[in-house]
């Protein structure tokens, strides 16, 4: 039987600080709790901060992985990955921001094609630009995670986003609130956010989830979701992730999963 490819998962936003990088993250641990083979891919190419969020640096990244298929040097996927855990990989971004702009788009949707036959899940970081390279991104992958915040800009942004989305009948995508990026931003209601951006909020990560050490977290490349305590010290946002990550793997995927493993 032929086996089915994992599910590719793009997480944007229509700016930019609304708390993609550590939500990514955050997936990729209760992804790897379950049970999924998951690779984050660091698709912000010109300032992507996965692998210094992990300590977990890389020779080999997203720039050589494209340089070497284009010049036929590119043999084997597990070249330009680095292992997080038993469960995790990373594909990181350029060291060098100015390889961004020599990266070809067609070579990232290889990539993620490549990566959905050896993942379970893959996580896909991105910028908040309408660039070819996102636009590409978004295409490809399976499944959309938009992330924003109770912010002015933000909902204006998310607004027209999503009115874009609308036009070219794309509906594979969800929403999620976070609040726990900035909890001192109360600007509206839920309800109102949702008349503001003309469409459901899917999840809400809430405030409560804010973590004030989180930069001992990212210093010691620590994943929060991964800590022992997680589960009960942040109950409910952990009971939130796990719905995000188990709706967006999706039951056909999950039915799939368990029937290779019986």
Known sequence: MKRKTGKSICLFSGKGGVGKTVLTLNLAGIYKMIGKKVLIMDLD???GGISLATN???????????????NNRFRNFQDYVVKYTEKIDILAS??????ASKIDSKYIEIAIDKAEYLYDVVLIDTNHNLNEVNLVILDAVKSILFVM?????DLKNMKSLLSI?????????????NNARDPMKKYFTLFDMKNIIKANIDYVISEEFYVKNIDNYIM???IITLQKKAASVFNKDYTTLMKIATDLYGKEEQESHEEELS
């Open 45 to 47: 190419l010109s300032s």
């Open 56 to 70: 977990k640096p890389s020779e080999k990244n997203i720039y050589t992985l494209v340089d070497d298929h284009n």
């Open 94 to 99: 350029p060291k060098d921001p100015r390889q």
């Open 149 to 153: 915040n109770n912010d002015p800009m």
């Open 165 to 177: 989305f609308r036009d070219l009948k794309k509906e594979n995508y969800k929403i999620v609130l």
């Open 220 to 222: 010691n490349g620590e």
